[in-house]
């Protein structure tokens, strides 16, 4: 499956600090997800997405550069990763399971000032697919551009948004659409998915994975979401403080003439807190850095808001909540679908991949973090 990240910033960041420079940035993560096993699907290689917000004279829409090229491969991602500077990014990069090759179909999407990513699927969706395409209004039906699962739900997404009274298409330079009703729409979102897979009946494949992200450019909120009760979720992950520093003799910025060795550059980026503010808040499938004081795993099934630079986590209480504290969900459905690394004993570390980290070494160090990757 894929992998995605967002940066919320109170200034702006240059794009290759997070995604180009960091030893285990998403664009390491398109070719060396060793956090993972999937025998499948190797390789997050089937096209990437970039979505940053740019200055308010612009207008509010953000700004989209996607590539069925696979990111590592991609000199241009380079050239403008190491120029361009946002305080709202979205990144993604692709392991197709619905949909074929194609710009369309590379995340994030947009619409107005919205921006959508997801990583996971939507369960029996060869047989739910045309349910759900009936269910929204004819604007957002004619909008869907590629055939992936994940542009279907944010058209579910946007006709539940215009259900609830809001445009949307409106331009929002001021406060956006505000958290509360993001929040309330990807709850509604995510809760029709559940009727309509419920509705075509019970299959093996109709367990959903919906870890969704959106953005009307001023808040974030994001889904760690399985429509099961048993079953953990895909992984999803947050990092909060006042700085994201490069390590010691570490010059930061990615520059066009590393594009041909992406080694060259990278480096263990940390996230610094001189006090309890949340001047920058990163929230990735996969952590960027491997401090154990750097990431909080996000509890399956709840969302993660960011509004004003606050964090705030809310479960989400459908039939598929546990209510019990103490209840330890099942890993067998993410390891089937390549969701979560496999231990392997005797392994050895490889001291070329991840920037110098090997695969034994990463899978301990996210182990300390709760990970199911």
Not at 52 to 57: A, D, G, L, N, Q
Not at 64 to 83: D, M, V
Request: proline content about 4%.
């Amino acid at each position: 499956m894929c992998r995605f990240l967002v940066y919320k910033g109170k200034d702006e960041i240059l794009l290759s600090n997070l995604i180009l420079s960091p030893a285990h940035s998403i664009l390491t993560q398109s070719y060396d997800s060793r956090l993972r096993l999937d025998t499948r699907r190797p390789h997050n290689g089937d096209g990437f997405g970039v979505g940053y917000y740019t200055s308010p004279y612009l207008g509010p829409h953000p700004a989209l550069f996607t590539s069925t090229i696979p990111a590592w491969n991609c000199i241009n991602l380079s050239r403008l990763a190491s120029k361009t500077t946002s305080s709202l990014i979205f990144a993604h990069v692709r392991a197709t399971t619905q949909g074929n090759l194609s710009d369309q179909n590379c995340h994030p999407f947009r619409h107005g000032c919205l921006m959508w990513m997801h990583n996971g699927g939507i369960g029996s969706w060869s047989r739910v697919k045309r349910k759900l395409a009936a269910s929204v209004g004819d604007r957002w039906f004619n909008g869907v551009q590629g055939s992936t699962d994940s542009e279907w739900a944010f058209a579910v997404f946007l006709d539940t948004l215009d259900r609830m009274g809001w445009d949307p298409g409106m331009a929002t330079e001021a406060r956006g659409f505000g958290a509360k009703v993001l929040r309330t729409a990807l709850l509604r979102t995510i809760e029709r998915i559940n009727d309509l897979v419920e509705g075509v009946g019970e299959g093996e494949d109709g367990i959903s994975l919906l870890n969704f992200a959106v953005t009307d450019g001023w808040s974030v909120v994001c889904s760690r979401y399985v429509s099961s009760k048993t079953d953990e979720a895909a992984s999803l992950f947050f990092s909060s403080g006042t700085s994201w520093k490069a390590p010691e003799g570490h010059a930061e910025g990615h520059h066009e003439g590393q594009t041909d060795d992406h080694h060259q550059s990278k480096g263990e980026y940390r996230m610094e807190r001189r006090d309890k503010g949340a001047d920058i808040v990163l929230v990735a499938s996969e952590p960027l850095t491997f401090e154990r004081d750097n990431w909080v795993t996000v509890p399956t099934n709840s969302t993660l808001t960011i509004h004003k630079q606050t964090v705030m986590i809310h479960p989400i209480i459908d039939e598929y909540y546990n209510h019990s504290p103490s209840f330890t969900r099942s890993s067998k459905l993410v390891r089937e679908k390549g969701q979560m690394a496999a231990k392997t004993e005797g392994s050895t570390p490889d001291p070329k991949g991840s920037g110098g980290v090997g695969v034994e070494t990463l899978t301990a160090r996210l182990e300390g973090l709760g990970a199911v990757v």
